[in-house]
Nanobody, 115 residues
Framework: QVQLVESGGGLVQPGGSLRLSCAAS????????VAWYRQAPGKQRELVVS???????AYADSVKGRFTIYRDLAKNTLYLQMNSLKPEDTAVYYC?????????WGQGIEVTVSS
């Protein structure tokens, strides 16, 4: 059974940094995309960044230049480095893995940017 477990969230001041991790357990084959999404209070879930076998890496305009997605294949872990955080980055963040036939989601982790 595949599980995605996020960690690294919390409270940070504006301008600060956080690194989110998404550790995958279980066997996942034929991955064609990995991504981070977020959902702010009262808003719909939105794509933050994705890596696709077909389209490469794509960031939401709101995070370009501040967020970086990367993977450690040896650890089966996906990361999201978030710098220069803003109050509008406050949300629950979810990691996502898509295969040819299935889609997996983490449980979500809260990020709060506030002074």
């Amino acid at each position: 059974q595949v599980q995605l477990v996020e960690s690294g969230g919390g409270l940070v001041q504006p301008g600060g940094s956080l690194r989110l991790s998404c550790a995958a357990s279980g066997s996942i084959s034929a991955i064609y995309a990995v991504a981070w999404y977020r959902q702010a209070p009262g808003k719909q879930r939105e794509l933050v960044v994705s890596i696709s076998s077909f389209t490469g890496t794509a960031y939401a305009d709101s995070v370009k230049g501040r967020f970086t997605i990367y993977r450690d294949l040896a650890k089966n872990t996906l990361y999201l480095q978030m710098n220069s955080l803003k109050p509008e980055d406050t949300a629950v963040y979810y990691c996502n893995i898509q295969t040819a036939s299935l889609e997996y989601w983490g449980q979500g982790i809260e990020v709060t940017v506030s002074s």
